[in-house]
């Protein structure tokens, strides 16, 4: 039970609603590698390592009769009876699992009696398949990653559009240059549209650029928010860090931890939060070191006069 | 100038064939990006040694029009993918930056 509490105390309700969504026939192996009662021990050592296994089912007919574990074969080479049959010497009280059964009792069953796979078996006792805690690793990861980018992607494409207000979320990975200034173009595809001064999209566009790329160069990762009002822009970067000890040094041009790496493809020339500051009528930052970092920066949309240069 | 004359006059190579042959008034010469997108003038040229796709984000993003990669730089073929769906040239130069800025600059002030 150790197990599901963990999960449940620390992780977002989906992977726990996930263990209970997902049968043991989701996620086991079906692809198996067995052996009859009659096998040697040693062929049955051959077998798991050319396919590099730690556990082979006795099986005839698709009935279970009992499993040669990687200890079995350990022990029968140090007892010197490593040519015995697999009949001889297999593990017959087994614990399996049957298909249908939800992953929590996979789980459940791996904490509990301490084995590394259990047989699975069908609704007729048949042997189906073997579930072992790579498998449900495995799984789960591929679950969780889909379910991140369902996400993603459900950010990304609700753009909350009205009459006077639009605004949207753009995610910006830690390292991502692919991607690097996606959102900034975005952001100046939709500025254009809105017929604006190009000196006013050109100031949006730098502080939209210098925030993104900041977010993919220096943090763990965070969020770009656009906003454009009838008024002004407002643009938020946060990221879940690493945080800026000293705000008023990473404000001075010049300054940048960037590595050399980051500077070879251009960036780390220590003019990005000046640059941003430089083109915003409102701009504050606000950082704890271990928490992360969020810059704020406003342009002001003055209709019909000519926007002044910066 | 316009930006065929960087092929024309100057005989720098086209790493895409198609481009609009838009006016260049100005020029602009950096290879970091930051001072790309704050300092480089509207309908300019960029003389960069800088060949990668960010480069052709922030050409976009500044309203640059076209960009030449001095010294013969090799482009990678997304950043020539990227510059062909933004609109973007790309000019190859055996030239180094000085010499490509003087002899742009001499276009550009004709």
């Known amino acids: 039970m150790n197990a599901l509490r963990l999960i449940n105390d620390d992780t977002p309700s989906f992977v726990l609603e996930m263990i209970f969504q997902l049968k043991v026939k989701d996620v086991m192996t079906r692809d198996l590698m067995t052996a009859d009662r009659q096998t040697s021990l040693r062929s049955i050592q051959h077998m798991m390592k050319a396919k590099a296994v730690t556990g082979i089912p006795i099986e005839e007919n ?20 490593i040519d015995d049959p697999a009949e001889q010497r297999m593990t017959r009280n087994l614990i399996v699992l049957e298909e249908d059964m939800p992953l929590s009792f996979a789980i459940n069953y791996m904490d509990k009696y301490r084995y590394g796979r259990f047989p699975v078996l069908n609704i007729r006792k048949e042997l189906v398949g073997i579930i072992t805690s790579r498998d449900i690793i495995n799984k789960l990861l591929m679950r969780i990653n889909e379910e991140m980018t369902q996400l993603e992607d459900k950010l990304v494409r609700e753009p909350d559009h009205t009459m006077d207000s639009y605004h949207k979320t ?75 000890a000293d705000v008023d040094e990473v404000m001075k041009e010049g300054f940048s931890t960037a590595n050399d790496w980051i500077r070879s493809l251009g960036f780390g020339a220590g ?6 500051k430089r083109v915003s009528d409102v701009f504050s930052i606000k950082s704890r070191p271990g928490v992360g970092t969020t810059v704020l920066s406003e342009i002001a949309i003055k209709k019909g006069e000519s926007d002044e240069d910066r | 100038m ?52 960010n480069t052709v ?21 997304e950043m020539i993918e990227a510059a062909r769906e933004e609109g973007i040239a790309v ?7 000085f010499t490509a800025s003087w002899r742009i600059h001499e276009l550009l002030s004709r």
């Not at chain 1, 009769?65 to 029968?76: C, P």
């Not at chain 2, 990669?69 to 482009?75: E, G, K, T, V």
Request: charged letters at 25%; hydrophobic letters at 40%.
């Open chain 2, 91 to 97: 000019f190859r130069a055996g030239d180094n930056q």
């Open chain 1, 170 to 244: 753009f995610i910006c990975h830690r390292f991502d240059f692919e991607n690097a200034g996606r959102a900034s173009t975005e952001i100046k595809k939709y500025l254009k549209g809105l017929d604006l001064d190009r000196k006013l999209i050109r100031r949006a566009a730098v502080a939209s650029y210098e925030l993104e790329i900041n977010l993919v160069v220096h943090s763990q990762g965070g969020t770009l928010m656009f906003e454009a009002e009838n008024d002004r822009i407002r643009l938020i970067a946060s990221d879940q860090g690493p945080g800026i």
């Open chain 1, 62 to 81: 698709k009935r279970l009769f009992g499993i040669i574990s990687l200890e079995d074969i350990i022990r029968a080479l140090e007892g010197g009876y």
């Open chain 2, 2 to 53: 316009k930006i065929g004359d960087l092929e024309k006059k100057l005989g720098y190579a086209p790493l895409w064939e198609g481009y609009e042959d838009r006016e260049v008034l100005d020029g602009y010469t950096s290879d970091l990006l930051s001072d790309v997108m704050g300092n480089a003038p509207d309908e300019s040229v960029l003389i960069t040694i800088q060949a990668h796709k």
């Open chain 1, 271 to 276: 003019m990005g939060l000046p640059n941003v």
């Open chain 2, 57 to 77: 984000a922030v050409a976009t993003l500044a309203g640059i029009n076209a960009i030449v990669l001095s010294n013969n730089r090799p482009a990678p073929d």
